[in-house]
């Protein structure tokens, strides 16, 4: 970041983060991480900085026009002698030099190009929020309880991101009635400041979503596509 002249917006966007505590569910710490030998080796602090922000940050610094929105991809077209061709929904195609998909777990570019690889369910369904704070987290930190963990980070001046994992079968029905209510009542018990995290979240920025990841593969790459 700092070779893309990206480090002082990244860290006036963010928040730093100094340690890093493995808890179990009383609070008591089990293992801790300083960062501050890595800040020392590559001359930069751990930020925390929510993904929207490190996307603007970096989205500023392209050149314009670089990205083009509205395009969904339909298809790809395999070449052995040339360029694979890109197919989109909205009919207009290309033949770029080089295919880069790095569309996320349900990429559509991967499905194509690699059917047999498939998503697999890891046992876990994820709540997240975003909450404002007044009182700084002092570390990132995880904390590990029968079942369930949670963890949180400060992501800039006034704001703390939360993560829960929590062991449930896949495609269980989404918990939508009294969300808030029922991940309070799960955690009350648990060290602070997690109960303080999950009652001051508004209800409207809580997402419930199963957790998924994809199998060892030893090639992720076909032609001039990766």
């Known amino acids: 970041l700092d070779q893309l002249s990206l480090a002082e917006d990244v860290i006036k966007r963010g928040y730093p983060v100094a340690t890093f505590k493995l808890m179990n569910h009383y609070g008591r710490c089990l293992s801790e991480t300083n960062f501050s030998s890595l800040g020392e080796r590559y001359k930069m602090e751990s930020i925390g900085i929510s993904r929207a922000s490190l996307q603007e940050v970096l989205l500023t610094a392209l050149p314009q026009p670089c990205i083009k929105y509205g395009y969904e991809l339909d298809d790809v077209i395999e070449n052995d002698t040339e360029s ?12 770029p030099d080089y295919i880069i998909g790095a569309d996320g777990l349900n990429s559509t570019l991967r499905q194509k190009i690699f059917p047999k690889i498939q998503k697999r369910y ?12 007044s009182t700084p987290l002092n570390d990132f930190f995880e904390s590990w309880g029968v079942g369930k963990r949670f ?13 829960i994992g ?44 199963d957790i998924y990841d994809l199998p060892n593969v ?7 596509i990766v």
């Open 151 to 163: 963890g949180a980070v400060q992501i800039n001046n006034n704001q703390a991101y939360w993560y």
């Open 218 to 224: 030893k090639k992720w790459f076909k032609g001039n």
């Open 122 to 133: 890891s046992g876990q369904t994820a709540f997240r929020g975003l909450v404002e704070i």
């Open 166 to 209: 929590m062991n449930k079968k896949e495609s269980c029905p989404p918990i939508e009635t009294e969300l808030k209510r029922y991940l309070i009542d799960t955690f009350e018990k648990w060290h602070n400041p997690i109960p303080d995290l999950i009652s001051q979240t508004n209800e409207t920025d809580l997402i419930q979503s």
């Open 84 to 95: 694979s061709k890109l197919l989109f929904l909205n009919k207009e195609e290309i033949r």
